[in-house]
Every structure is written in C-alpha cells, then in structure tokens.
C-alpha cells in the first residue's frame, strides 16, 4: 500500500512540478517590471487598442474585440502589483498602482471621446454583457490571472499570455464605461468599471498566490509590522471585490432557475387543443417574480386556471404570480397556426392603406439604427427595409410568415460578403430565418 502510494505522490508531483523549467527569479522580475510603464509606445499601443475595442463594442464584434485585447499591453501593471506584494516591493506595487490608475483615465477617456462621436448608440449585445459581473468573472481573472503568472515565470515564453488577456477581458469594461459616461447611463458606468476592478484585483491575487506557490524570494521589511499590514489591506481589498460578486451571482442562478422553471411550466402546463399560447414573458426582480402570458382559442375557464395556478407549487413557482390575457375567441375549425400567422403578420408587417405606409415608429428606430450601422460596414449601400411577408403554398391553405431583408447598393456586392450581411442581420434582428434580398 505504501508502495502504491509513493507511487502516486511521484507521478503527481513529476507531472505538476512548476520549478522544472522554471526562469531565474530576476529574469522573471525583470520581464514583468519592463510592462509596468505606461509611455512611449505602451500608451499609444493602448490608445489603439481602446478605440479597436470600442468600435467592435459598438458593431458588436466578437473577433474585433479579441484583437483589441491582445494588442492591449494592460496586463503588465496589474501582474506587476500581484509580483510586488508578494515578493514584499512595495515600490513595484506603487508603481504599478500608479501605472494601472494612468492606463484606467487614459482609456476611459479615450472610449468616451469615441462614443461621444459615433453616430451609433445602441447598446449592443457584447455592450450589455460588461455590466453585470458577477462571483464567475471573480474565478475567470483568478485562474487567468494563475495561467498568466505561470507562463511570465517560464524559460521559454508561450501563448498563453494572450489567452489570459482575451479571458480576462481588462479593455471591454474600460470602453463599456466609456459610453456609459459619454451616454450619461451611470449604471453602464458602475457596472463596467466594478467588473474592470474585479478583474484587476484577483488576476493580481493570483498572481501574488502563484508567486507565493512558486516560493520566490521575499524582501525584508524594514518594520516588522509592514508585512502584517500589506497582507490585512489584501484581504479588505479582496472581501470589498468579492462580496457583491457573490450577490449578483445568486441573483443570476435565482432568476435562471425562474426562467426554466417558468418555461418548462407553460410548455408542459398550457397544453390545450382549442387554446394557444402567442406570446409569453418572464420577469424577475428583487420584489417580483411574474409570468405574463397572452391565449388565442377557446377562453379557458377560471376554475382551469385556478388550477394551473395551483399546479405552479410542482414547478417550484409558488411565489410567482401569473397573468393570463385571452378572450380572442376563434372557430374550433379554424386552425390556430393560421391565426398565429395572421396575428404576427398584422404586427410585424407593413400595413398599406390607399395613400401611406403605416409602420411602427419602434420598428423605423431599428432599422434606422441598423441602415447607419450597414452604412459603417458598407458605404456603397443606397436603402434597406425589413418586413415579414405572407408565403402561401399550393399544397396547404396554412399561411406561413417569412422576414425579409432588401438592401440595394450602388455596387453589387460579392457572395461572401453577402453571406456575411445575411448572418450578421440574422443575429441583429434575432431572427435565424432571416432572409436577404441584396440589389
């Protein structure tokens, strides 16, 4: 048994050996003091990469936002301030602080100049998702922070430094606080700029953990009372960090178990023959949990949704209340695909009258927003419209619904890049079905 054991501890300890290949601690020191400093062609490398970061912000583009995080040399700063507190140089820390506060204003200042001039001002996808972090943005930057520390203190140099920066994401939260000022949205700003300082904080933890780890050499402090300070500062720092985190993570879980719960409820609950469901929504706050839901078909009676509401209790949605808006009778014979069909054709699409168009003004705000965002990506496009239209087939009588977009452009685009504007008009609409009609 002890035989088998020894020979566990050795293959544990061969194959997760950190010191093998390990680079002289000055060496190590040195690569990361070299990124400390903000000035030169480290700000201006910086500068490009916010305004790279802000614009694949705005276009909400993943791949562009990945570039501007590889260029970004912010990393070095934070991983500075990580090394120096727990090799005992203060000196380093401060440095860094400083260097890490001048990138901070500098890029913030930086994607509020740029999203105080562009023409577009929606809120993006990729926007949004840099406003509510939460405990999991907490273990992304520790273990990024982990795998960065661990590739600085190698002999040979490898790709995992950029893999950190794109994980860990410093330059997205800087841009999105960018616009929540240039926008006037305090809640953008806060939201972004505490996800910016989870991120810096615990990658440089974990930096200060892998340093500890990998037993480098400390400094002696002048005052005995010195260490004891630095280390009590770090666990206030880190308990400020965490604890909201944490909060807004058991926020996240709560309303996701709601939502499923609530989706399975009405999938499995509203199974009727003569009665639909068109539209449903979920909503979830502090005080508030609330199923809206809206019937077609035959009115269901109140003694069936007093018992739908009492079925709520198996789905763990005893608390929640749930609204149910029907009366819109129709014929059992009529199918009631059609009338779904009817209905979102009437709400969707262009409505013509003898003289003008009628269309929804939250409808021309869309599009209008996308034209100047086709407009950005495209100069040659002349106009762009989306409707749904009707599409009958000759071998049913059911109508189905299609959404259409036609773009016309001074030049006739290529194929590829017309796959490329159908997907991406697919993910802007949030309509996978979406069809392009490019002149």
Not at 121 to 130: P, T, V
Request: charged share 20%; net charge positive.
């Amino acid at each position: 048994m002890s035989d088998f054991l020894h020979r566990i501890r050795y293959f544990l300890t061969h194959r997760f050996n950190l010191q093998e290949d390990k680079a002289e601690e000055q060496d190590i020191i040195s690569s990361i003091r070299k990124n400390i400093d903000f000035r030169g062609a480290n700000l201006w490398a910086l500068i490009f990469a916010i305004f790279i970061a802000s614009i694949g912000l705005n276009v909400n583009s993943t791949a562009v936002i990945i570039g501007a995080m590889l260029i970004s040399p912010i990393m070095g700063p934070v991983m500075a301030i990580g090394l120096g507190v727990g090799i005992n140089d203060l000196e380093m820390v401060k440095k860094g602080g400083k260097n890490l506060l001048v990138a901070t204003v500098i890029s913030i200042i930086t994607s509020t100049i740029y999203f105080s001039i562009t023409p577009l001002h929606d809120a993006q996808s990729e926007l949004l998702a840099r406003t509510s972090p939460s405990i999991w943005d907490v273990f992304i930057a520790l273990f990024g922070g982990m795998a960065g520390m661990v590739a600085a203190s190698r002999k040979e140099k490898n790709n995992v430094i950029p893999g950190v920066a794109i994980a860990t994401a410093l330059m997205p939260p800087l841009c999105t606080a960018g616009f929540g000022l240039a926008m006037g949205n305090w809640y953008f700003f806060l939201g972004a700029i505490y996800l910016y300082f989870i991120n810096s904080v615990f990658i440089a933890i974990a930096t200060f953990l892998m340093t500890r780890y990998l037993k480098m050499r400390k400094k002696a402090f002048d005052d005995p009372g010195a260490e004891k300070r630095v280390t009590r500062y770090v666990v206030i720092i880190v308990l400020v960090t965490l604890l909201p985190s944490i909060y807004m993570a058991y926020r996240i879980v709560n309303k996701s178990i709601f939502e499923n719960n609530a989706r399975t409820f009405v999938e499995q609950a509203f199974n009727f023959k003569n009665t639909q469901v068109v539209s449903k929504s979920f909503t979830y706050t502090a005080k508030q949990q609330k199923i809206d839901l809206l019937l077609i078909g035959a009115v269901l009676k109140k003694p069936v949704t007093d018992s739908l509401r009492h079925l709520m209790k198996k789905y763990r949605l005893q608390n929640v209340q749930l609204n149910i808006r029907q009366g819109l009778n129709a014929k059992q014979e009529l199918d009631l695909s059609q009338i779904k069909a009817s209905i979102l054709e009437d709400v969707y699409s262009t409505k013509l009258t003898t003289d003008t168009v009628k269309v929804p003004q939250r409808k021309i705000n869309l599009d209008s927003s996308v034209l100047t965002e086709i407009k950005a990506l495209y100069p040659a496009v002349l106009s762009f419209g989306v409707s749904k239209i009707a599409v009958l087939r000759p071998d049913t009588t059911l109508v189905d619904t299609q959404k259409v977009a036609l773009v016309r452009f001074a030049k006739p685009l290529n194929k590829p890049d017309v796959v490329k504007l159908q997907t991406w008009l697919q993910k802007r609409y949030q309509s996978p079905q979406l069809k392009l009609i490019s002149q």
